[in-house]
Nanobody, 117 residues
Framework: QVQLVESGGGLVQPGGSLTLSCVSSETIISLDYIGWFRQPPGNQRELVARITRGGSTTYGDSVKGRFTIFRDSAKNTLILQMNDLEPEDTARYYC???????????WGQGTQVTVSS
């Protein structure tokens, strides 16, 4: 099953930018989907963005227009470009993927993003 390793989290000021990366152990364009969820402190995990095998993208309402997800096929890496960050974006961000429609989703270990002045 696919294994995922995230990186790129950290501390950033409001209005700043951050880029998260998720390296997949399988060919990224062959995955049923791959994407990002986040879990703010004391809250449930929520969708940030995901991309399907065919390239269709879905974004959570709170990040539309600020975050962009795309695949770097040469590096088997999923990128999440986050701009105009807000304190409400503070959360642990998890990469998730399914190898196929009948497979269970797999999760990375997560990376912490903190937006604070």
């Amino acid at each position: 099953q696919v294994q995922l390793v995230e990186s790129g989290g950290g501390l950033v000021q409001p209005g700043g930018s951050l880029t998260l990366s998720c390296v997949s152990s399988e060919t990224i364009i062959s995955l049923d989907y791959i994407g990002w969820f986040r879990q703010p402190p004391g809250n449930q995990r929520e969708l940030v963005a995901r991309i399907t095998r065919g390239g269709s993208t879905t974004y959570g309402d709170s990040v539309k227009g600020r975050f962009t997800i795309f695949r770097d096929s040469a590096k088997n890496t999923l990128i999440l470009q986050m701009n105009d960050l807000e304190p409400e974006d503070t959360a642990r961000y998890y990469c998730t993927a399914k190898s196929g429609p009948l497979e269970e989703p797999r999760w990375g270990q997560g990376t912490q993003v903190t937006v604070s002045s």
